[in-house]
């Protein structure tokens, strides 16, 4: 990296990705079809060999000798626990920082002395951070300080994003390209379909990082359904203009439930709000899924949540016993997408295709 922090910081996402090549995670414009077909390839393979004693032990004999640090200053369940497990499948050791309190960055210590610090102990740092920078902070601290080999490859330690500030949720992105692969495993996939995004899109980092995946795919169309204050920001539109991804607005979730092929839920993200604690904004009814709404889906479509979720979902969609209700599956589809993240970061991912 031969940019200061500063210049680095100063370009624009898109620009900072031929930096980041393949030593880091941060954006998802940083994927192709190529590598997310062949993420998808890998967590599936990953998923079927983990059902043997024998595929499990395999897995983890990969990378015994590498360690993990999970860096989550912002809450987070599943990101942590399933990156958590991804690693342990692999057989990684793992340390955590969990609590800004305490640990030496409240004494004052900066992100940059934080991250130098942490990579003296550990190859690998998955971080959740709230400032949407922290992740190119950490990457080009990591381009200064200690390298790792992999494949007989110098390379700064891997900095995965596993969420930063409202723009990019990355992974997430590419477990849900996974769970739409999987639930269109009989329709031809994801080119062609129409996908309806639902809720604040506006902070909602999970539908920022995968509208911008749509760009590789055929035929896609976007829907945005999202009250006017938190609807889909210029940036991505503007993106999807110059990738000629089609995309439509609308003012409620009944307007195109019918037509689309797969709802992607969000809770509103009223952590950037200054609401008194414990006290949450409710979803509009018009941007509520409902059992009716369950009714009215394609037989083949899919309803997908990143979660958490609250109001957005009426409770008895969860009861419904429908397969089309997905989002339970794509949490656990998750954990699966982390392992083949991994493994593809170590340069694992072709001796788990080769013994399969
Ligand atoms: N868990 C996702 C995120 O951290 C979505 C959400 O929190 O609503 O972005
Ligand atoms: N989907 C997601 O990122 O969940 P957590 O916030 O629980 O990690």
């Given at each position: ?155 700064p330690i891997p900095i995965v994003s596993g969420g930063s500030g409202t ?103 009223d952590e950037w709000d200054d609401l008194a604690p414990g006290t949450h ?76």
């Amino acid at each position: 990296m031969d940019l200061s922090l500063q210049d680095f910081l100063s370009l624009p996402e898109a620009e900072r990705v031929p930096y980041i090549k393949d030593h880091a995670i941060l954006y998802a414009q940083q994927f192709d079809r190529e590598s997310l077909d062949y993420h998808c390839r890998l967590a599936d393979t990953c998923r079927k060999m983990h059902k043997t004693g024998e595929g499990a032990d395999f897995l983890s004999s990969l990378l015994r000798h590498w360690t993990a640090l999970n860096f989550f200053v912002q809450p987070s369940s599943r990101t942590f626990l399933s990156f958590n497990s991804a690693q342990s499948m692999l057989g990684m050791r793992r340390a955590s920082v969990r609590d800004i309190n305490i640990s030496s960055m409240s004494k004052g210590e900066t992100l940059t002395d934080s991250i130098r610090t942490f990579i003296s102990y550990v190859d690998l740092v998955v971080m959740r951070h709230g400032d949407s920078d922290a992740g190119a902070v950490a990457y080009w601290i990591a381009t200064k300080a200690r390298k790792i080999v992999i494949n007989g490859e110098e390379r700064p330690i891997p900095i995965v994003s596993g969420g930063s500030g409202t723009k990019q949720h990355p992974t997430q992105s590419l477990l849900d390209i996974y769970t739409l692969e999987k639930s269109f495993e009989q329709i031809g996939g994801i080119d062609g379909k129409t996908i309806m995004l639902v809720g604040d899109l506006k902070r909602g980092r999970t539908v920022r990082s995968l509208s911008y995946l749509m760009k590789n795919y055929n035929g896609v169309e976007l829907v945005f359904a999202a009250p006017e204050q938190y609807q889909m920001q210029d940036d991505i539109l503007h993106f999807l203009d110059t990738h000629h991804v089609p995309w439509r607005m609308v003012d409620s979730l009944s307007a195109a439930v019918a037509d689309v092929d797969a709802i992607y839920m969000t809770r509103i993200q009223d952590e950037w709000d200054d609401l008194a604690p414990g006290t949450h904004e409710a979803a509009s009814d018009e941007f509520c899924f409902k059992l009716e709404h369950l009714r009215n889906m394609k037989p083949t479509a899919c309803l997908l949540h990143p979660l958490p979720k609250r109001d957005e979902i009426e409770e008895a969609v969860d009861y419904a016993d429908d397969d089309r209700v997905v989002y339970w599956r794509q949490e656990r589809n998750g954990m699966w997408m982390r392992v083949a993240i991994i493994a593809k970061l170590f340069g694992v991912g072709e001796a788990i295709l080769e013994r399969a």
